[in-house]
Structure formats: structure tokens, C-alpha cells
């Protein structure tokens, strides 16, 4: 695998899949909008190689008014389609405000989609202001911090959590901070067990 | 009872143990890989 990790950017290239063209078409959106945003969690590792599907693809976006919120709606209805409701106002006020997620998919398909919601916890918040970018020369994206990546999936702690959190560390272990994992992860109530045997 | 609630335990945990050892080898196999090969390898299971 070649990447070049420098700062807070990974200058990474590869063949990319139906999915990876789904999430960069729906980011073009926000980033043509100027919406801060961060994706997070299973995507990250399939991204890096991680051999498994995923239904959706978790995105945190920035708590932005309802004003800019129906601009993007707008947006975004173009070439997607909200799996929850077909109202830019329900979906503003019914649910990322009350801190559920709206889902987007292709028109007429339901996998995969696109799971958004504004930040609702602080690490949550903290992902989104500390996010690093992936370059390549068909795209650039935000995904989290990996070492909160992999201290938010010890915190998740489903086998398929864990897996991921593996996937990452044996990946990036040589340009990541273990200790920066362990005290997030700690914060985060993880037990000691889970920690040594993930980041073994 | 047929099985004993330790021996589903271990059961659980020696096939976590297995996933995680799959993981490490797979790791390890993609970093000497070129990114175009193991990507194209992945699309398989992702692009169907």
C-alpha cells in the first residue's frame, strides 16, 4: 500500500469502487455548499483496503442554520434522494435537531446511503474540528482523526468495530501516537482488556 | 444443557481471536501490495 502521511493530510491513490464514487459525488455537494463535514467510522477502513461492505456511509456535518441546511437539500436532491422524509424543513427540525440522522441515497435505491447528522457529543464535535484530508488526483475528502477513529471503535466495541479498529492501527501504527488512543479510548470508559488486545 | 455457558464463551472468543489473526494477515499483505492491486482485488466485494 503506498500513501504519504505528512501533517494532517494522506496523499493516498486508489482504483476506485461504486462506493468510494458514491461518497466523493455526495462530498462535491458539501464541499461545493462549503459545509464542513467529516466521514467517519466503517467507510475509513474500507477506504484503506478494509475487505468487508458497508450499508452507509456515517457522516458528521457542521451545525449549519436551516437556511444553508434547504440550500443543500436542494443541492443534494439532484442526484440523491432522502430515505426519511421528503421534507427539507421535517428533516432539519424532526430530525438532525433532535439528533437523529437523515439518510440519502440514489433515487429509487435505498444501498448505499449516506447516514448524516450534526454533532450531538463533544468527541463528536472534536472529530469534526480535528479531521485530516485525503488527497489523490480524482478526489479529497474529510475523514476523522485516526487515532479518535480507532479510540471511538474501541468504544462501539462490536466484533466488527474491533475488526476495524485492527484494520487501521496495523495499517497507520507507524505514524500514529498509541498513547493519544489510549487515553481517548480510557476517556471513553473502554476496558483495559479491549485496548491491549486490539492494539496488541 | 448441551454446551456450557464457558464453552460458548471460548467458543465466541477463539473465533474473535481467528478474526483479528485474518486481520494481521491481511494487513500485512496489503502494505507489501501496490494500492492498485489489492483496490482492484477489493472492488470485487464492494462494486457487485
Known amino acids: 500500500m503506498e500513501f504519504e502521511f505528512k501533517n494532517n493530510q494522506i496523499l493516498f491513490d486508489r482504483e476506485l469502487s461504486e462506493l468510494d464514487e458514491f461518497v466523493i459525488k455526495f462530498v462535491k455537494i458539501l464541499d461545493k455548499n462549503k459545509i464542513n463535514y467529516v466521514l467517519v467510522s466503517g467507510y475509513v477502513a474500507i477506504l484503506f483496503g478494509r475487505s468487508r461492505e458497508t450499508e452507509d456511509i456515517d457522516i458528521i456535518l457542521e451545525k449549519i442554520s436551516f437556511e444553508e441546511f434547504d440550500t443543500l437539500w436542494i443541492e443534494i436532491e439532484k442526484e440523491f434522494e432522502c430515505l426519511n422524509t421528503s421534507s ?22 435505498y444501498i448505499p446511503n449516506m447516514e448524516i447528522k450534526f454533532p450531538k457529543k463533544e468527541f463528536e464535535q472534536e472529530t469534526l474540528n480535528n479531521k485530516i484530508i485525503v488527497k489523490s488526483e480524482n478526489y479529497a475528502f ?59 | 444443557m448441551k454446551y ?45
Open chain 1, 88 to 109: 427539507s424543513k421535517e428533516a432539519y427540525e424532526e430530525f438532525l435537531l433532535n439528533n437523529t440522522s437523515i439518510r440519502f441515497a440514489y433515487p429509487g435505491k
Open chain 2, 4 to 48: 456450557s455457558k464457558e464453552e460458548l464463551e471460548e467458543y465466541k472468543s477463539q473465533n474473535f481471536k481467528e478474526r483479528l489473526k485474518f486481520i494481521d494477515d491481511y494487513t500485512t499483505w496489503l502494505k507489501k501490495t501496490p494500492n492498485k492491486e489489492w483496490s482492484k482485488q477489493q472492488n470485487k466485494i464492494l462494486s457487485h
Open chain 1, 142 to 200: 474529510n475523514i476523522s482523526n485516526l487515532e479518535k477513529q480507532i479510540a471511538f471503535k474501541l468504544f462501539l466495541g462490536s466484533d466488527k468495530d474491533l475488526e476495524d479498529a485492527r484494520h487501521i492501527w496495523n495499517i497507520f501504527k507507524d505514524h500514529l501516537d498509541k498513547t493519544i488512543i489510549i487515553a481517548k479510548a480510557q476517556e471513553l470508559k473502554v476496558l483495559e482488556d479491549i485496548i491491549n488486545m486490539v492494539l496488541a
